[in-house]
């Protein structure tokens, strides 16, 4: 049972099954996404997840075999990502639904509708 009073199905605080769909970028998220069927927050976190960081790793990637600079936009574009997973996490441990502009408000949709 979790400090709210919500069940999570591997037993771990839904505040921690949150902040792990983060630290693994979109993987953990898809793994949480696949065993979570009944907690609507972590579902949330990890499609939320899913839906930020798998576009931006593609993008970094492609970014990067830009002739020149591509390395340097790429390490800036890793930085962002970092600092984003911090803000995400931080609030995914305070237990808040916070919402990414065009990401956040898909996830929402998807599984509060």
């Known amino acids: 049972m979790s400090r709210l009073g919500y069940s999570t199905v591997t037993g771990l605080d839904e505040n921690v099954e949150a902040v792990l769909c983060y630290l693994g970028f979109w993987i ?46 790429a390490d800036i574009g890793g930085f962002f990502s970092l600092f984003l997973t911090l803000v995400l996490v931080i609030m995914a441990w305070r237990g808040a639904k916070f919402r990414l502009p065009f990401s956040g408000k898909l996830a929402y949709e998807k599984i509060y509708r």
């Open 28 to 73: 953990t998220g898809l793994i949480f996404l696949l065993i979570e069927r009944e907690n609507r927050f972590v579902q949330f976190h990890a499609l939320q997840s899913i839906l930020t960081f798998l576009p931006l790793s593609v993008a970094i990637y492609l970014i990067a075999w830009i002739p020149y600079v591509g390395w340097i936009l």
